[in-house]
């Protein structure tokens, strides 16, 4: 099903998919680099998350089932973190999926030019959700996502009719 050839100190090489592969060296395509990001930044903000819960817990400050899946009952920056979290795991199935499909298919032509855009508005509608709940900062979160959207929304039908 997937064959890979790997380089110096197992960097992949060639993703291979039913024989529809594509080498692109020992450099990982810019949509690569932008799903692993997408998905190592959703990781980083669980990580945090749980460090702030354990010493919640290992303080005695929480017991360990007082947890729910919204931090509800917690500081208002914890629950503006388990939706800036929950808003990545909603989106990596959506976006993920066309920067996988990309990859997977040898079209990442497609969405090469946007990927690293795609990460930025990311990471600023996370950074911008922990920060603030002004109007305008609301406002940069939603421009941000909506930079996510169009960019989704091109790669979509881009990739639908190639």
């Not at 050839?5 to 594509?22: A, L, M, S």
């Not at 010493?55 to 360990?64: E, F």
């Not at 500081?75 to 999926?97: D, K, T």
């Not at 997977?104 to 603030?132: C, E, G, K, N, P």
Request: proline share 3%; with cysteine; charged share 10%.
């Amino acid at each position: 099903m997937q064959a890979f050839r790997t380089g110096y100190n197992g960097i992949v090489r060639q993703w291979q998919f039913h024989g529809c592969g594509h080498d692109w060296g020992d450099k990982m395509p810019a949509t690569g680099y932008a799903l692993i990001g997408f998905t190592a930044w959703a990781l980083c903000l669980l990580i945090f998350m749980e460090v702030v819960r354990t010493y919640l817990v290992v303080t005695g400050r929480i017991p360990a089932n007082g947890f729910s899946p919204d931090n509800a009952g917690l500081s208002p920056f914890m629950q503006r973190l388990a939706r800036a979290h929950a808003n990545c795991i909603e989106g990596l199935p959506i976006f993920g999926s066309l920067m996988a499909l990309a990859i997977m298919t040898s079209r990442v032509s497609i969405t090469d030019l946007l990927a690293y855009w795609f990460l930025a508005a990311r990471i600023v509608q996370s950074v911008v959700h922990l920060t603030s709940t002004s109007a305008t900062a609301v406002k940069v979160r939603f421009s941000a996502f909506a930079v996510q959207m169009a960019i989704g929304a091109y790669w979509a039908a881009a990739l639908l009719v190639s």
